[in-house]
């Protein structure tokens, strides 16, 4: 049995670290908030701020917990894209060998990083 006909899938969910101005935030592994932005028609269709804590949660547990943690967050949320100020060279190969593609050059407002990432990803 195939997909509802009315139902209308996203095209590209994208995942912004976000200050508490709505700015794109810093470091995605010391990123306090994230939100997931649902990319459709030029513009964006779902806008959800989820505090993750992974500024508090850097370098506790044992070695690889908070990368795995960070993936599990991408992973079950279908995010495609990531835009963030920076991540570490190991969190990066992580992100591309699951295909999804980083962009670290956008910078002021989140919703907006988010709609040009939708429209132009690059890694």
């Not at 030029?42 to 850097?58: M, Q, S």
């Not at 190991?90 to 992100?95: C, D, F, K, S």
């Not at 593609?101 to 990803?121: F, I, K, Q, S």
Request: no cysteine; hydrophobic share 40%; glycine share 16%.
């Amino acid at each position: 049995m195939g997909p509802e006909p009315n139902r209308e899938e996203p095209d590209v969910i994208v995942a912004v670290t976000v200050t508490p101005d709505g700015g794109v935030g810093g470091g995605l592994g010391r990123a306090q908030t994230v939100a997931l932005a649902d990319v459709r028609g030029g513009g964006v269709a779902e806008w959800t701020e989820i505090p993750v804590g992974w500024g508090d949660l850097h370098g506790t547990g044992p070695e690889g917990t908070h990368h795995a943690r960070i993936v599990r967050f991408l992973r079950d949320h279908q995010v495609q894209v990531v835009v963030t100020s920076g991540l570490g060279a190991g969190m990066r190969q992580t992100l591309a060998k699951l295909g999804v593609d980083v962009r670290t050059d956008l910078a002021g407002d989140a919703r907006a990083a988010a709609m040009t990432a939708a429209e132009t990803p690059t890694s």
